[in-house]
Nanobody
Framework: QVQLVESGGGLVQTGGSLRLSCAAS????????MGWFRQAPGKEREFVAH????????YYSDSVKGRFTISRDNAKNTVYLQMNSLKPEDTAVYYC??????????????????WGQGTQVTVSS
């Protein structure tokens, strides 16, 4: 069992930056792929970023590519999402998730086994 706890959300102006953190419990964190998803009011949860267990392979949605960076520190059992050049359309609850199998279908919520409770990010215009 893995427990995930996100932090770092908040209110920021357009063009600003935030860094989200996701702390994981459990000794097997380093073998899991990790993902960030987000869900805006009235919308489905959508893929944002993914990082393999090695930390060397990363994927991003087109909407955040070039602005967001996912990283991980396996020694600290933590994955990060650095968000720069934020836009009002980035406003959502952000969730981290853990994938035990390092699935190739990393953009599907169904591929993830554990989820955090989410952290709110609000970007004002």
């Amino acid at each position: 069992q893995v427990q995930l706890v996100e932090s770092g959300g908040g209110l920021v102006q357009t063009g600003g930056s935030l860094r989200l953190s996701c702390a994981a419990s459990g000794r097997t964190f380093s073998s899991y792929a990790m993902g960030w998803f987000r869900q805006a009011p009235g919308k489905e949860r959508e893929f944002v970023a993914h990082i393999r267990w090695t930390g060397r392979v990363k994927y991003y949605s087109d909407s955040v590519k070039g602005r967001f960076t996912i990283s991980r520190d396996n020694a600290k059992n933590t994955v990060y999402l650095q968000m720069n050049s934020l836009k009002p359309e980035d406003t959502a609850v952000y969730y981290c998730a853990a994938d035990r199998h390092n699935s190739i279908s990393y953009y599907y919520t169904e591929e993830y086994d554990y989820w955090g409770q989410g952290t709110q990010v609000t970007v004002s215009s």
